[in-house]
C-alpha cells in the first residue's frame, strides 16, 4: 500500500488533501504545525516546526510520497525559515530515507518580476528542494476558494461590498481559480504517476479571469453594487505596509504585487496528467457565500441577544431553523444587525430576520446553562450585608456632592 506524508495538514488545503488521498486508499502520515484539535485511527500524526531536524527525519521514513504544503503566506517575519529552510530540510530528510516521490506545492507568485516575502521565499524554496531533490514536481496553483469564503477570496469579498472598490495598479493579472478539492484530487493523481516527476506545472481551473473580471463576479455573488476605483501601485504598497503590523493583515504586498502583474499561464499539463475535473467557478463561489453566511450566522444571532454562542446552542439553533423552514441565510453582519433588527420590527415583524431572533431568543432560554445564568443568583449573609453597605456609601457620597453643589447656585444654574 502507498504512503504519503503531507505537510501542512491541518490547513484548508492539507485537510482536504488528506481526504483525498484516503479515499484513493493512500495510507496518510499528516504533519501539523500544532498537536491535531480531532485524530481518527486512518492516520498517524507528527506535530511540530516544519525546520525541526529530527522530525523531518521520523516523518519521512517509511514513506514513499512527500507532498509539501506547509508555508507562511503572509509575508511574516519567519517565512524564510518556513518557506526555504523547512523546505530543504524536509528534502534532505527525504533523500535520506529513501523517499521516491517529492511534490512541493508552490504558488503562481513565484513567476513574478518583481517578488513580495512570500512569493521570493516559495520560489526560493523551490530551488532549495531542486538542489537536493532534483526530480521534484513543483506545483504552481492559481487562487484557490474552498467550501467557505476564506483567505485571499474572503478579503476580496469584504472589498466587494464597500462602495468603491480599490485596485492598485491595471487590474489586468491573470488568474485561473480552482475549488481547493480539485486540486487536492489532482495533486493525489499526480503523485501517483511517475510521469509527472521533475516537472513544473502550473495549476488552475479552466475559466481565466482578469482581477477585475474577478472582483466583477464576487460582486455578483454578494449582490453588491459598488464600483471599482484604481489606485496607484505604490498606494497599496503604502497601504500594505501600514497593515502589516496586524497578527492577519487583509493585504500584504505580496498580494498588490501579485494583483497588478500579468503572467501567463499554462495549466494544460497539469489538467491532463492530474485527470481534473473542475467544477464552474461562479457555482462554487455561490455555494461558498452561502455556506460562510450560514455558518457565521448562528453565532452573530446569538451573540446579538446576549448568549454565549457555546457549540450546544449553535447546533440547537441549527436544527431549529430547519425544523422551522428557516434555512435561508440573513445577508447581514455585527455592525448591521441592529440597524436591521429595528427595521424589520417596524416593517416584517413577520419576516426571516424576527424569526430568527425569536428562535435564537427560545433557545437561549431553554438552555439549561443559559435559563441558570437568568435566574437570580443565590447570594450569601456576607455578600447581601457588603453590597448593602458599599450601596449606601455610594448613596452617601452622592448626597455630599450635591450638598457641594448647591453652595455655589450661580455655577449650578448657569451650567458653568
Known amino acids: 500500500m502507498t504512503r504519503i506524508l503531507v505537510t501542512g495538514a491541518d490547513g484548508v488545503l492539507g485537510r482536504a488533501v488528506v481526504r483525498a488521498a484516503l479515499q484513493k486508499g493512500v495510507t496518510v502520515r499528516a504533519w501539523t504545525h500544532r498537536p491535531a484539535v480531532s485524530k481518527t485511527s486512518e492516520i498517524q500524526y507528527i506535530d511540530g516546526d516544519i525546520q525541526d531536524v529530527v522530525l523531518a527525519d521520523t516523518a519521512t521514513k517509511n514513506v514513499e510520497i512527500v507532498l509539501h504544503l506547509a508555508a507562511r503566506k503572509r509575508d511574516e517575519p519567519d517565512s524564510h525559515d518556513v518557506n526555504v529552510d523547512g523546505s530543504r530540510i524536509l528534502a534532505e530528510a527525504a533523500r535520506r530515507n529513501g523517499v521516491s516521490s517529492f511534490i512541493y506545492v508552490s504558488t503562481q507568485s513565484a513567476k513574478l518580476k518583481e517578488q513580495g516575502v512570500y512569493a521570493k521565499t516559495k520560489r526560493e524554496g523551490e530551488d532549495a528542494v531542486r538542489s537536493v531533490f532534483p526530480n521534484v514536481t513543483v506545483i504552481r496553483p492559481s487562487l484557490l476558494i474552498g467550501d467557505t469564503i476564506d483567505g485571499l477570496i474572503g478579503t476580496l469579498m469584504s472589498a466587494v461590498a464597500l462602495l468603491f472598490t480599490p485596485v492598485f495598479g491595471s487590474g489586468q493579472a491573470i488568474f485561473r ?71 492577519h493583515p487583509p493585504i500584504t504586498r505580496s498580494n498588490v504585487i501579485g494583483g497588478n502583474e500579468v503572467v501567463p499561464m499554462d495549466v494544460g499539463e ?31 444571532l446569538l451573540g446579538y441577544i446576549g ?60 438552555d439549561i446553562h443559559s435559563a441558570n445564568a437568568l435566574l437570580p ?11 448593602s453597605i458599599l450601596y449606601g456609601l455610594y448613596g452617601a457620597v452622592m448626597i455630599i456632592a450635591c450638598h457641594i453643589l448647591f453652595l455655589f447656585p450661580a455655577r449650578t444654574r448657569h451650567g458653568v
Open 270 to 300: 497539469f489538467r491532463r496528467l492530474g485527470e481534473v475535473q473542475s467544477r464552474p467557478l461562479a457555482e462554487a463561489l455561490r455555494s461558498a457565500w452561502q455556506k460562510t453566511k450560514i455558518g457565521k450566522e448562528p453565532a452573530l
Open 377 to 387: 443568583r443565590e447570594r450569601s449573609l456576607a455578600i447581601v450585608i457588603l453590597q
Open 177 to 247: 481559480p480552482m475549488h481547493i478539492d480539485d486540486l487536492s484530487v489532482a495533486l493525489i493523481t499526480l503523485a501517483l504517476k511517475d510521469e509527472s516527476k521533475g516537472k513544473v506545472m502550473d495549476a488552475g481551473g479552466s475559466e481565466e479571469y482578469t482581477f477585475i473580471e474577478l472582483l466583477h463576479l464576487l460582486r455578483g455573488v454578494r449582490g453588491s453594487r459598488g464600483k471599482t476605483v484604481k489606485l496607484p501601485v505604490w498606494m497599496g504598497l503604502i497601504i500594505a505596509k501600514v497593515l502589516s503590523h496586524l497578527p
Open 307 to 366: 448568549a454565549k454562542p457555546m457549540p450546544s446552542l449553535v447546533e440547537r439553533y441549527s436544527q431549529a431553523c430547519r425544523l422551522h423552514n428557516r434555512e435561508q441565510a440573513i445577508d447581514t453582519s455585527r455592525f448591521l444587525l441592529p440597524l436591521q433588527d429595528a427595521w424589520t420590527k417596524l416593517y416584517e415583524k413577520n419576516g426571516v430576520l424576527q424569526d430568527k431572533l425569536l428562535i435564537a431568543a427560545a433557545i437561549y432560554e431553554a
